[in-house]
Nanobody
Framework: QVQLVESGGGLVQAGGSLRLSCAAS????????MAWFRQAPGKEREFVAR???????IYSDSVKGRFTISRDNAKNTVYLQMNSLKPEDTAVYYC???????????????WGQGTQVTVSS
């Protein structure tokens, strides 16, 4: 069983930055694929970024070049550095984890409770 706890959300002006953190329990964190998703009001949860156990990462087109996902295996933590934030980035951001190296869509085994990010114009 893996537990995920997100933190770092808040209110920021457009153009600003935030860094989200996701602390994971469990001794096998290093082998997990970790991802960030987000869900805006009235919309489906959407993929933001993913990082695998080797450090390889992919991003959605909407955040590419502005967001950076990283992991610190010694701290069992994955981060999402968000720069040049836009009002359309406003959403609840969720951390997800899975033992499989490739996960299709939202089919991750473990999810955090989410952290709110609000970007004002």
């Amino acid at each position: 069983q893996v537990q995920l706890v997100e933190s770092g959300g808040g209110l920021v002006q457009a153009g600003g930055s935030l860094r989200l953190s996701c602390a994971a329990s469990g001794r096998t964190f290093t082998s997990y694929t970790m991802a960030w998703f987000r869900q805006a009001p009235g919309k489906e949860r959407e993929f933001v970024a993913r990082i695998n156990w080797t450090g390889g990462s992919i991003y959605s087109d909407s955040v590419k070049g502005r967001f950076t996902i990283s992991r610190d295996n010694a701290k069992n933590t994955v981060y999402l550095q968000m720069n040049s934030l836009k009002p359309e980035d406003t959403a609840v951001y969720y951390c997800a984890a899975d033992q499989r190296p490739v996960v299709v869509g939202r089919k991750y085994d473990y999810w955090g409770q989410g952290t709110q990010v609000t970007v004002s114009s």
